[in-house]
């Protein structure tokens, strides 16, 4: 194993500690792994919290900021936060107006998130919680009941936090969180494993010409195992999935997203192959993501996740962001 780290035990610590050495406009508590915006919160504004195991970033703590989310509670290395880290998010983040947490379909994050939230409205702040599901490859896995949360995630982050940047109410806001991730699907594909820092060695083994279809993003296995192939094929395998669960027609939000060890070179000429499919079946990429959004540490792969957007939703993704890691319109 080489990895640019001091010890296993410290990855996280250490890593936030230059999270908050990089980025001002963060406030991080390194000892107790909480992720907030400086300046504390916005009278009168919905907040956003999410969280999960690291390993994953940019997500979520670099999606805190103006227009996304409001704090972030980053785990141990693919291990869900604790309920008082989450608590003490929903506590900073907390404005007067609720909060919203952002909670992906695993179920150590499900159920501390629910405990978090009930400690919450003991102290009298109003909370709802929306569970991200998108991932169309399998229907249960090693660590969910039900789909996975993946890459719609960013979408229900950048739309819902746009939303409660403008004022509305937390019930608004949660609603169109759930409308986001209805209309969203995605499907990964590795073409390597990674290595958990405490693990010290590959996850999975996968040989020279295999590909794994339908990957989780820590690791899991997906639906098969299978030949690699050229990527029009793989994007068309990760589509042809998606498009049996969800029309890729019309006006579509598109991302393509690196697993971590995947070049730049590469994520382009499959978005590329990805625009193609989908414009072969009735749909228009209206506005896409490439690049490296929720990693899997150094895994070798790409993930797509499809959103079907409205006349409401597209002004809400156009809507300013300044976060760490995605900026536009500020």
């Not at 604790?82 to 994050?109: C, E, F, R, S, W």
């Not at 991932?135 to 979408?155: M, N």
Request: aromatic share 4%; glycine share 12%.
């Amino acid at each position: 194993m080489k990895k640019l780290i001091n010890s296993p035990e410290t990855v996280v610590t250490e890593a936030l500690e230059g999270v908050a050495a990089a980025h001002p406009s963060l406030s991080v508590d390194v000892e107790n792994k909480v992720i907030t915006r400086a300046g504390g919160p916005t009278p009168d504004k919905v907040g956003l919290v999410s969280g999960g195991g690291s390993g994953h970033e940019p997500l979520h703590g670099g999606f805190v900021g103006y227009g996304m989310l409001d704090a972030a509670c980053p785990g141990e290395v693919f291990t869900s936060p604790v309920p008082d880290q989450m608590l003490a998010a929903t506590q900073a983040v907390n404005g007067g107006a609720g909060v919203l947490h952002v909670v992906k379909n695993y179920t150590g994050d499900v159920l501390n998130f629910q405990m978090a939230a009930e400690m919450a409205e003991d102290e009298g702040i109003e909370v709802v919680p929306v569970v991200i599901n998108d991932d169309v490859a399998v229907e249960d896995s090693l660590y969910t009941a039900g789909r996975r949360g993946t890459g719609a995630t960013v979408f229900v982050e950048k739309i819902a936090g746009a939303l409660a940047e403008q004022g509305a109410g937390l019930a608004a806001v949660a609603a169109v969180a759930r409308e986001v991730n209805e209309r969203s699907r995605s499907f990964g594909v590795a073409l390597s494993s990674c290595v958990v820092p405490a693990a010290g060695k590959p996850t999975f083994e996968l040989g020279e010409a295999e590909a794994e279809l339908g990957i989780g993003i820590h690791g899991e296995p997906g639906r098969t195992r299978a030949a690699l192939t050229p990527a029009r094929d793989l994007a068309a395998v990760a589509l042809d999935a998606i498009r049996s669960d969800l029309p890729v027609r019309g006006d579509l939000l598109v991302m393509v997203n690196g697993m971590g060890g995947t070049p730049l070179i590469e994520l382009y000429l499959m978005f590329n192959e990805v625009r193609k499919y989908v414009e072969g079946h009735g749909g228009h990429v209206a506005r896409n993501l490439v690049g490296n959004y929720i990693t899997s540490l150094e895994m070798q792969g790409f993930s797509v996740t499809v959103c079907q957007l409205t006349d409401t939703l597209t002004p809400l993704w156009d809507a300013p962001v300044d976060t760490p890691a995605l900026r536009w319109g500020r």
